[in-house]
């Protein structure tokens, strides 16, 4: 990529993908003739029941026509290491199933920096660097060996600044990185950071955390004070406003080969059923606006990010997001599911991400966004996920705890009295740098209580190594069609039962599992 390579500026916002406040309720008219007592679903293959794309539509001349699918077909399968042809419409991601066992799916995502083998865990480098590791670390240990990476369009956007980023050659040669990146898009932060974000039809107005000089910090926590605040920070030019057009600019200039819509995200804890309808319809008229504004589709794959709370009732606001998605089928060459992790019931959890992979066409891949508890990506795989993210495993290795198989959580508090005479490696078959290296719990529990930082370093490329062992276990099942066993097996490894001195599975993983005709019985 060049400084040509994306627009100097952001394009001015489309007023034809705004809504009036008096609408912002209403449902989108191209949803107008959608048939809310069917499933909403298109593009399914066995295992999956027929898709329900029968739709009435209004033709050019006026009159009504159906469509439907009679029977969901076989999932069309590709050889393993089948070259991709790039063709239109997505000239930049072809995608290749090569094995499923039942709904798990062992896949390849071809991208312009490389193919990425599916069900994968992306590690999280929000400002393009992993915490404590160098790209070599992660590219040059059989143990990593990352296909792909994600950063985040905020924080890149506030330092050190996209702008740099393109004119140093985009994201990937900035931080030397020849592999494959992801971008979220921002919207992320419209939870984390709720407290400094306004959210309006036309974006979403960040108070900058580095420039602000913030009176709450005193103490003072009223809402005059907070719009005092605001005000004086747009004054001082310390407020970021990021629109659909603005995120899709940042992403332009970072050059990652997968970028996000930006979405209205709301808080899956919230009570507000008003709010969560406004964003769930705002979503799809911000994606309009990011589709209109994306200006690098020949080599940058633009994902979009269903919404809608917690709601799958039939022709709620899940059925709603993806009717609109389905709309759209043609400009997406993936999807991601959004809205989860943010503090919801397991069972709520599950539910959306069953309801949506049911949905979601099988030929692109689905990206569940934020989720990274090896459990978890255990449970959704057998629901039909093919990518995660999440800061879990290397923030959790900053605190000096390491992934391990065994007993629920499934974690080894490496700080705790009990390691400090404890001289085995921290899993004896595990190929990363500290138990290759043959750093004993002792040791490490002995740096890190001396804040040692290559301690850290050692424990957080322990953790990615974990997880690249459980992407290649999930892989080798779906190939044998022997899922169903790993999953039964992974699960009792940690739940072995009260009657065993362990602990009972929760029922939201005999719920999920089912879901995906896995029975632990």
């Given at each position: 990529m060049n400084k040509m390579s994306s627009p100097a500026e952001p394009p001015e916002t489309n007023p034809a993908f705004v809504a009036k406040e008096e609408d912002f309720t209403k449902l989108p008219s191209e949803l107008a003739h959608v048939d809310w007592t069917k499933p909403i679903s298109w593009g399914k293959h066995e295992p999956y029941p027929p898709s329900h794309d029968a739709i009435t539509r209004i033709t050019d001349d006026g009159d009504q026509q159906a469509s439907t699918v009679a029977s969901a077909p076989p999932l069309p399968l590709t050889p393993e290491g089948t070259v991709p042809s790039f063709k239109p419409p997505h000239q930049a991601l072809e995608f290749h199933v090569h094995a499923a066992s039942g709904r798990a799916r062992y896949t390849t995502v071809h991208l312009p920096h490389g193919p990425v083998s599916t069900p994968v865990f992306m590690p999280v480098g929000t400002k393009g660097t992993l915490k404590g590791l160098s790209p070599m670390d992660v590219t040059n240990s059989d143990?990593?060996?990352?296909?792909?990476?994600?950063?985040?369009?905020?924080?890149?956007?506030?330092?050190?600044?996209t702008e740099l980023v393109r004119d140093a050659g985009g994201l990937h040669n900035f931080m030397n990185?020849?592999?494959?990146?992801?971008?979220?898009?921002?919207?992320?932060?419209?939870?984390?950071?709720?407290?400094?974000?306004?959210?309006?039809?036309e974006g979403v107005t960040f108070e900058n955390p580095f420039l602000s000089d913030n009176n709450d910090k005193e103490g003072e926590t009223s809402s005059n004070t907070k719009k005092r605040t605001r005000q004086e920070a747009a004054e001082s030019g310390s407020m970021m406003l990021l629109r659909p057009e603005d995120s899709i600019y940042h992403q332009?200039?970072?050059?990652?080969?997968?970028?996000?819509?930006?979405?209205?995200?709301?808080?899956?804890?919230?009570?507000?059923?008003?709010?969560?309808?406004?964003?769930?319809?705002?979503?799809?008229?911000?994606?309009?606006?990011?589709?209109?504004?994306?200006?690098?589709?020949?080599?940058?794959?633009?994902?979009?990010?269903?919404?809608?709370?917690?709601?799958?009732?039939?022709?709620?606001?899940?059925?709603?997001?993806?009717?609109?998605?389905?709309?759209?089928?043609?400009?997406a060459p993936g999807y991601a599911i959004g809205g989860l992790a943010g503090g919801e019931s397991k069972d709520d959890f599950w539910k959306v991400v069953d309801h949506c992979c049911r949905a979601l066409p099988d030929t692109k891949p689905r990206y569940l966004m934020g989720v990274g508890y090896p459990l978890d990506l255990v449970v959704c795989t057998g629901l039909g996920v093919d990518m995660y993210d999440c800061v879990y495993p290397t923030r959790t290795a900053r605190f000096g705890v390491a992934l391990i198989d065994g007993e629920a959580p499934g974690t080894l508090r490496l700080k705790s009295h009990a390691c400090s005479e404890d001289y085995r490696v921290i899993?004896?078959?595990?190929?990363?740098?500290?138990?290759?290296?043959?750093?004993?719990?002792?040791?490490?529990?002995?740096?890190?209580?001396?804040?040692?930082?290559?301690?850290?370093?050692?424990?957080?490329?322990?953790?990615?190594?974990?997880?690249?062992?459980?992407?290649?276990?999930?892989?080798?099942?779906?190939?044998?069609?022997?899922?169903?066993?790993?999953?039964?097996?992974?699960?009792?490894?940690?739940?072995?039962?009260?009657?065993?001195?362990?602990?009972?599975?929760?029922?939201?993983?005999?719920?999920?599992?089912?879901?995906?005709?896995?029975?632990?019985d």
């Open positions: 143990a990593l060996n990352n296909q792909i990476i994600l950063a985040n369009t905020y924080h890149l956007a506030l330092q050190p600044g990185w020849d592999r494959n990146i992801l971008t979220d898009s921002g919207g992320f932060q419209m939870v984390s950071l709720l407290k400094l974000a306004e959210i309006t039809e332009n200039n970072i050059g990652s080969d997968i970028i996000m819509a930006l979405d209205d995200v709301v808080s899956s804890v919230a009570d507000d059923k008003t709010r969560f309808e406004i964003a769930t319809y705002r979503t799809l008229r911000w994606l309009d606006r990011c589709f209109a504004a994306h200006r690098r589709p020949h080599d940058q794959n633009l994902f979009p990010i269903v919404q809608g709370g917690l709601d799958v009732s039939r022709g709620g606001l899940r059925d709603v997001c993806l009717a609109g998605f389905r709309e759209r089928d043609d400009k899993m004896h078959d595990c190929k990363c740098m500290a138990c290759a290296g043959g750093y004993t719990r002792s040791r490490l529990h002995a740096m890190l209580k001396n804040d040692n930082p290559f301690a850290v370093s050692l424990v957080t490329h322990h953790n990615l190594a974990y997880m690249m062992a459980l992407n290649k276990r999930m892989r080798d099942a779906i190939k044998n069609d022997t899922y169903g066993d790993f999953a039964r097996s992974f699960v009792r490894d940690q739940y072995r039962g009260k009657d065993s001195g362990g602990q009972d599975v929760p029922k939201w993983v005999k719920d999920a599992l089912a879901a995906a005709e896995i029975s632990l």
